[in-house]
Structure formats: structure tokens, C-alpha cells
């Protein structure tokens, strides 16, 4: 058997992922046919969201107008990057569409499995992710945003999400948990039936009451949502709709492969200064360019390794037209590496000054999401 | 190396437990010299609570009159029965002392390993447990009766208790949890992390704040006691002070052996009928004693392994005098089985008669007891 040159579990991501690959192995459906909204949206019709679990019952809801849930998470360390930034498009998408929103803290699972310190913890969620999240346009309306450690301020909700966490316990084995994460710690799994309540406590009554979830994950999430769904076959006591889930291409680093909080050559940050930005792309952004100006224009680039061209069709350019003169220009060698990162950084920069005024006064509203 | 002829963990207790090794095995320290207030309790003075782990530094509480806190929990299955009545007698002697008593109910413990079905393990907490506890003479002043699965109707107070039973799984490893419990399964894990926070979270700011805290168990629980005391030492983030514990004798059962909620010739439930009580002391109570009356008055009876007479040492005669007559004159052939047996009917008769008038009150209080 051939040996696999990359690794994705919820823990790392690592070498260059073969999505097809992944989409057979983890079985999941290819995002096919969609309905008018989702095509509107670059995401979807660009297959950069490109499986799914049980996603006709979102779009089911979508159509009939019926209530439902998209429910994720973020996991406070580092700084908030592009990356994570394409995981608020689709928060805002499904707020857009009428979804009630819920975001979950991962505290104490960054103190499980990282930094031991959780007023740390709170300080980075809320100055690194909720005041990007709101300048980015997130609405307090409809939106449920929380600290896995202080689950609510209405006592009858965090019982019963707290109660829901150690219940669902009972309805996974050992040898199943190996089977789905491999090796893990007491602290891991404890992390990891935290989260399936994060996924599912939406539906009890305290909450939402039963209704459809949806939850877009990177592929790396994909055992948690198996554990969830695992358990929701088998909670006898009280009746859980199945999970939807969708999965996301990961936004590549600068360099290539992975992007990395830990890396800062690796990613921008919401919060970088624009000259940083500028030069962190004309230094470290990988390349499908040719290595001279001649060989460029005689046989052109390779938009489809290079980076600054992801970024565009990833997140930075949605006009389909602009995005595909680009691609041909710079395939067939009319533009140049330089240029092609030039338009990366004028869009970056224009993103980032806009962005960065903004977070001024999404630090004035943090108080709306905090009060829940 | 001999096999060992009994067994005594948190899920099972068999077998004839010799306690002295129990000692050595579980590196417990016996109860030697001890104040006035403890003297004068017969658990005490009569070596049924027959361990400890750091108990003096709840003597020098009493003594400084200090503030302390007494915890334990009920596990709401089955008929309410002398041996749990023994752990009522001492709840209520350290509310005489005026400790904080916290009772956990440990029902998400019982859904995880025994019966899911939350509403079921309600209904037996409070009318098997808590309207005995309350007609035993359990006070609500400075008692916090909770659900595990309901903490608090301080959101606070719940997220605190909640969000440290999740943190604590930071500070072990499967290998330990595997030498303290041998092989259990993600449900048991999960309620022994609860029971953690159970043990300690009266530490935490939200509840009592610093203050030491005894757990008189059984010597079945020692693992969990373990299992906090280890977790206490290695958490950085928050100074907990370590647990005291006690440990007691379990009340043997009708037949000798262990008094089992699933045997009902076993046990006397608090709430038997006095003619079925009767009946079951002639019939199953295993007796020291010799096989004729002829035999029995000229060899005398054996009071150590006569269960009539260790009811009455370790429950129903507190006035060691009478003990003692009684002890001297059934081992000297004086008093015969069917008389020693009538001398525990007799008081055990009139403690039902006493206990089943003061249900009835019982009953109306229990809301005071849940609206913590």
C-alpha cells in the first residue's frame, strides 16, 4: 500500500492534501447541484466548500423557510488570520440566509490541550477573534456567542449543556474513540464530547428546540462530527435530528501547505501592518511563475500552484469575470508574478485599512455578544 | 502470592473485606487519638470509621473553629437501606459540628453507567434518598443538595462546577486512570471527572473559597479520593488545599457478606413494613450463634460474626454499656440468638415506627432543599 504523503486530523494538518482523496476516505458527498442562494455565494460555486454530510436537509430548510442552526467553533491561540477568516464568510452567509448562529469558544479545550490559563484564553478570543468577527460584519442579532467555560448566564441552559456533555459518555466505547482519533488523552477525549454538545445542545429544549444544524468544518474537524452523529443514532432518551455538516478547502499558507498561527510567514493577520503585508507577500508568497521575465511570457504561470492567485480565488477577488481574466492572463504568461501579487496586495491592503477601521468600533459593540 | 478472597472497588464490593489489610493495600492511616467532639460519636469511638487520609487537618478546623465543608453523594438507585442511613448519621454529625454539608446527587453518574433516564433517577433521589435524609434529621441551613445534573440556579456557581470537571481531565493520563480503575469505559471516565469537581469545587471562589473539605466514604470510593488528591497536587491555575477523607466499615449485609439494594433479603429498606422487617431478622440474620440452646449456653455465641449484634454495634445501640452487656452475655451463652435477635427488632421497630411518622413531615420540607 502506497504510503499517505499527507495527515489530517482534528490535531494537524500536514503535506499537501488530495481533497478527492479525502472525500472518498472520510465518505462524504461532493457538493453537486445547488439551489439559487448557494450559488450566489463564491464559496459554494467555486467548490472551495467541496463535501458534505446530509446537506439536503439545509437546503431543504433554506427552501421551506424553516428554522435551522449553523453552529461552529474557534479555538482562541495565535493571531485571527485569512484562514480563519473563511470560516466568518460562511457565518455570514448563513446569517444572511435567516440562520440562528451559534459560536462556541473552544476554552476549554485550548486549556486541555494548550495554555493552561483561561482569563489568557478569554483575552485572545474576544481581542483576536469576536472584534474581527464583528468587524467582519457579524450581527449580535440572532447569534449565540459563547465560552465553552461559561456556557450561559440563564443557569437552566448551561445545565443542560453541560448535563448533555457528560451524558453523550454513555454511548461511545473506547475502541471507538481509538477507531476515530487514534491515540488521545484524557484531556482530548474530554474535549471531545464537550464539543459534540456543542454541536447538538441546540436542539434541547432550553435552547432552539429541534431543528436542523449545519456545521462547516476544514476536513481536519471531520471525527468530531463522526463521533456526533455516532451518539445522535444512539441517544434513546431524547430525540436529536442528525447533523448536516460541509467542508471547506483550507486557504493555503503563504508559503504553501499549511497555514499556521504559529508561522508568521506563513499567513497574515487581520491586524498587520500594511506595509508588513506587503512584504511578506512580495518575499514569501509561493510562486507558479516561471523563473525569468522571458520564460514567464513565453510559457506562462501556473495559477493553480500559485498562492497569490488562491488568495484571489479563495477570498479576496468573488467577481467570477475579473477572477477568470486573471487566471488566463497569468496562464498564458500576459501577467506577470509581480503583478499578479500586486493585485493581491492593492485588494489586501484596501481589505485591511477598511478592516482595521472598522475594528475600532467593533470593539464599542463586544458588550452586545457578551451579555447573552 | 495468595489470591485475595475479596474485591472492593467504586463499581463492586466482594467478598469477606479484611480491612486491615485494606489499609496497608490503600496506604491509609488508622484512627488513633482523637478530640472530645469525635469521642463522643460511636462511628468513631468503636473504630467504624476505621481510616483516614489527612484527617487532622479537619480536627484543627473543629478545634480553631474554623470553616469546613463535608461532601458527599448518593447514587439514586434502589430502596434507601440501613448502610446508606450510616452515611446520613455521619452527614449529621458534621452538620453538628457545623460544617457545610454539599450532597450530590450523582445522577449523570447512574445515567452513564446505569439507567438513562434522568426524570426516573429524580423521582428515587428525593423520594428514596432525600425525604429519608430529612426524616433522619438532615437540616437545610448550611446544606447544598444538588443534581449533578442541575447544579445550581446560579449560572455562575454552574459554569464553575461544570467547567472544572472538564479542566481537571488536563492533569492525567490514561495510564493512571488505568491503575487506579483498571479497564472503564468513556461513561465511567466521564462521571469520575465529575465526581472530581464534586469533591473540590467547593474551593473555587463561587461556592465556599478555600476551606478544607472531608469526604467520609466507603473504602470502595478510595479511587476517586485518589484520584482528586492526584489532581489537586498538579493543578497550577487555582490553589486548591487537599482532601481529607474517612473511611467506614461497611454495615454487612442481613445474611453477612454485603448488604445489596438488588438482594432484598439483604438489607431493611426505612421504608419496610415492621411485620416483613421482623420476619426477614428471625429468618435471614445471620447468627453467631451455636446450633442447640443446650450447646449455646455452655459454648456461648460469637458476636463478631453474629449480624443482629453487629446491627446494634455499628447502628442502633449508641450507649456502650448495654453494648457491652449485650456483647458479654451473648458471648457467655447468657443471652440466646433469638433473644439478641428480638433486642434489634425491638429497637429496630420502633426506629421504622419513629422514621415512617417523621416521613410524612419529611415530605413537605423537601423543597427547601431544592431551591438552591
Redesign the interface.
Known sequence: MQKKEFSVTPWEVKGNIDYERLIKEFGLSPISSLPRQFQENFLFRRGIIYGHRDFDKVIEAVKNKKKFVMMTGLMPSGKFHFGHALVLKQILFYQSLGAKIYIAVAD?EA???RN???SELRKTAIEEYLINYIALGLNPKNCDFYF????????E???AY??L???V??Y???NE?KAIYGDI???K???A??QVSDMIHSQLPEFEGPSQVVVPVGSDQDPHIKLARDIIQRI??YKFIQLSSTYNLFLPGLKGGKMSSSDATSYIALTDNLDDTSNKIKKYAFSGGQNTIEEHRKKGGNPDTDISYQWLRMFFEEDDKKLEKIYHDYKSGKLLTSELKQILIDKLNKFLKQHQEKRKKAEKLVDKFLLI
Chains 1, 2 share one sequence.
Open positions: 476549554l486549556y486541555n490541550t493552561p490559563n483561561l465553552q467555560s461559561q456556557r450561559s448566564k440563564d443557569s441552559k448551561s445545565n453541560y448535563g456533555a457528560n451524558r459518555s454513555r461511545i466505547t473506547f474513540i488523552t484524557p484531556g477525549l474530554s474535549s464530547l464537550l434513546k432518551d
